[in-house]
């Protein structure tokens, strides 16, 4: 079996954060990557929202995950970084939702990417794009993380690892894109592949007013794996989607970036992904997709 192709679903709290990324890196990360001076770390921060929300990126759980890091990779720089999107300010979020003390904490460097130097790649096949910056630290890393939370998305369904590049793409107002979501996920997805995808599920959220303001819901969850489009199908069904009608992520195994199908590893005593089914209003999430498509515009 291809080790890309399996998924590993574990537990995960904040009191036993520590232990649960141990075990999921020592059965994710095997053979462990020698050699490693830069890990970076892309969390997400849709918006100013609270871990508690279940939206954002909780930065006590990033917490563990970094001493697990520094543990394993002595000497290691390691980067934790966002970017620029339509209606937030990197530095104020890291501010208001804790991750600078966070940093200063854990030993990590946050970096705004928008500020910094990137550089161009061509988009193979490109669906929109035929070329795409991408920051050049993500490209310079022995190591880089796709850290993704596990949440519904009011324009794509789901939000995982696949979607949460789309946040790398460079332009601030990423709203523009909302029409052709799907592809721009594809296209950045072909010039950025993380060496390890790992979603946060301790507070995960619900229904279709993500990727910012759905319902919080608890389930205690990590995923991880090495590839994208295995975790995130991985993801779907837990939510309870079938992976193939998650369109962006349909197109991304189409395009040979993954498989949908995956070997599922879990040390969960009698997991059952019909135990975290999310709530998802369908109705209203094709009548907002169908007004969007006739308006022909980001809506």
Same mark, same amino acid.
């Given at each position: $079996? &291809?080790?890309?192709?399996?998924?590993?679903?574990?537990?995960? +709290?904040?009191?036993? #954060?520590?232990?649960? %990324?141990?075990?999921?890196?020592?059965?994710?990360? *095997?053979?462990?990557?020698?050699?490693?001076?830069?890990?970076?770390? @892309?969390?997400?921060?849709? =918006?100013?929202?609270?871990? !508690?929300?279940? /939206? +954002?990126?909780?930065?006590?759980?990033?917490?563990? $995950?970094? =001493?697990?890091?520094?543990?394993?990779?002595?000497?290691?720089?390691?980067?934790?970084? !966002?970017?620029?999107?339509?209606?937030?300010?990197?530095?104020?979020?890291?501010?208001?939702?804790?991750?600078?003390? $966070?940093?200063?904490?854990?030993?990590?460097?946050?970096?705004?990417?928008?500020? /910094?130097?990137?550089?161009? @790649?061509?988009?193979?096949?490109?669906?929109?794009?035929? !070329?795409?910056?991408?920051?050049?630290?993500? =490209? #310079?890393?022995?190591?880089?993380?796709?850290?993704?939370?596990?949440?519904?998305?009011?324009?794509? @369904?789901?939000?995982?690892?696949?979607?949460?590049?789309?946040?790398?793409? *460079?332009?601030?107002?990423?709203?523009?894109?909302?029409? *052709?979501?799907?592809?721009?996920?594809?296209?950045?997805?072909?010039?950025?592949?993380?060496?390890?995808?790992?979603?946060?599920?301790?507070?995960?959220? !619900?229904?279709?007013?993500?990727?910012?303001?759905?319902?919080?819901?608890?389930?205690?969850?990590?995923?991880?794996?090495?590839?994208?489009?295995?975790? =995130?199908?991985?993801?779907?069904?837990? $939510?309870?989607?079938?992976?193939? +009608?998650?369109?962006?992520?349909?197109?991304?195994? @189409?395009?040979?970036?993954?498989?949908?199908?995956?070997?599922?590893?879990?040390?969960?005593?009698?997991?059952?992904?019909? &135990?975290?089914?999310?709530?998802?209003? %369908?109705?209203?999430?094709?009548? *907002? &997709?169908?007004?969007? /498509?006739?308006?022909?515009?980001?809506?």
């Amino acid at each position: $079996m &291809n080790p890309k192709e399996r998924v590993w679903v574990g537990r995960l +709290t904040h009191r036993t #954060a520590h232990d649960d %990324f141990e075990r999921a890196l020592d059965n994710v990360l *095997r053979p462990v990557p020698a050699d490693v001076r830069l890990i970076t770390i @892309k969390i997400n921060l849709c =918006d100013y929202r609270r871990a !508690e929300s279940g /939206a +954002t990126t909780d930065p006590v759980v990033l917490g563990a $995950m970094l =001493d697990v890091l520094h543990n394993r990779y002595a000497g290691a720089r390691i980067v934790v970084f !966002e970017n620029a999107a339509t209606s937030l300010d990197v530095w104020a979020a890291y501010r208001l939702l804790g991750f600078t003390e $966070m940093a200063n904490v854990h030993g990590a460097e946050l970096v705004d990417v928008s500020q /910094a130097e990137w550089i161009r @790649k061509p988009v193979p096949h490109g669906r929109f794009f035929q !070329e795409l910056e991408v920051p050049a630290i993500v =490209d #310079a890393s022995d190591l880089f993380i796709n850290f993704a939370k596990l949440k519904t998305n009011g324009l794509t @369904k789901m939000s995982g690892c696949l979607k949460n590049l789309f946040g790398v793409i *460079r332009m601030k107002r990423k709203v523009i894109l909302h029409n *052709r979501v799907d592809d721009a996920i594809v296209d950045i997805n072909k010039v950025l592949r993380p060496d390890l995808c790992v979603v946060d599920g301790v507070i995960a959220h !619900e229904g279709i007013g993500g990727p910012a303001f759905g319902t919080p819901k608890r389930c205690d969850l990590l995923v991880a794996g090495l590839n994208s489009v295995a975790v =995130d199908a991985c993801c779907a069904k837990i $939510m309870g989607f079938r992976p193939r +009608t998650i369109r962006h992520l349909n197109l991304c195994a @189409k395009c040979g970036l993954g498989p949908l199908d995956y070997h599922l590893d879990t040390e969960l005593r009698g997991f059952s992904y019909r &135990n975290y089914s999310f709530k998802f209003q %369908f109705i209203e999430y094709l009548l *907002r &997709n169908l007004l969007r /498509a006739r308006a022909g515009v980001a809506a």
